[in-house]
């Protein structure tokens, strides 16, 4: 089964300032999905960015970015211009490109922005 | 608002007893997923449903069974309820339960479960 690791529970950043957020998932497959899920204390889960494995360009939506490295099954978040309103919980998620269409997710990295 | 509802959001219940959370996929989303998160934990991933069938099946245990009805809404039942069941159950939907396209699920604002 696949796994996906954040191995960042906990994170600080200040205001303004860029952080990145760790995510490495293991997988047989050639052909998934990459998502982040920002959940903040309102603990609604919203979607934050996505990736198609088949595709080499990064994925960017505004201040949010990917840094995707499929060799080394790593799918980075980095945030930039952080605001206060990005402390959150962060997850990674892996979905399977087969008719199963599982959805993996990581542990979770609370990310905390500091004024 | 991501257009998946999910009733009651609260519900707090004793050891032994049986409950049922209720789900309202988008309009026109054909799967739906539940998930559990106890405390400051991440989501595992429960069971999955496709146009009323059974899709996939993660680490859902024999106690909890859901069904997913022709108008696509989904229950999700839980009995002989322990302590350690108390979580936030979220249910999702996304548009297909097909492999070609992102389908990118909307979670809805989950039932928090407290067993006392």
């Known amino acids: 089964a696949q796994t996906v690791t954040q191995s960042q529970p906990e994170m600080s950043v200040q205001e303004a300032e860029t952080v990145t957020l760790s995510c490495t998932y293991d997988?047989?497959?050639?052909?998934?999905?990459l998502f982040w899920y920002k959940q903040p204390p309102s603990r609604q889960m919203i979607l934050v960015i996505r990736?198609?494995?088949?595709?080499?360009q990064n994925a960017t939506e505004n201040r949010f970015s990917v840094n995707f490295q499929k060799a080394a099954k790593s799918f980075s978040l980095k945030i930039s211009d952080s605001q206060l309103g990005d402390a959150a919980m962060y997850f990674c998620?892996?979905?399977?490109?087969?008719?199963?269409?599982?959805?993996?997710f990581g542990s979770g990295t609370k990310l905390n922005v500091k004024p | 608002d991501s257009g998946v509802t999910q009733t009651p959001k609260h519900l707090i219940t004793a050891t032994g007893q049986r409950v049922t959370l209720r789900c309202s996929p988008r309009?026109?989303?054909?799967?739906v997923y539940w998930y559990q998160q106890s405390l400051d934990q991440g989501l595992q991933f429960l069971i999955q449903?496709?146009?009323?069938?059974?899709?996939a099946k993660g680490n859902i245990l024999e106690r909890f069974s859901a069904q997913q009805f022709p108008d696509l809404h989904s229950e999700l039942n839980l009995s002989s309820l322990e302590l350690g069941d108390s979580a936030l159950y979220f249910c999702?939907?996304?548009?297909?339960?097909?492999?070609?396209?992102?389908?990118?699920?909307?979670f809805g604002p989950g039932t928090r479960l407290t067993v006392l």
């Open positions: 999702a939907s996304s548009p297909t339960g097909l492999a070609d396209v992102f389908n990118e699920q909307f």
């Open positions: 997988t047989s497959e050639s052909d998934y999905y």
């Open positions: 990736q198609e494995a088949y595709k080499q």
């Open positions: 998620a892996y979905r399977s490109a087969d008719n199963f269409n599982k959805f993996y």
């Open positions: 309009s026109g989303d054909l799967s």
């Open positions: 449903y496709y146009n009323g069938e059974e899709r």
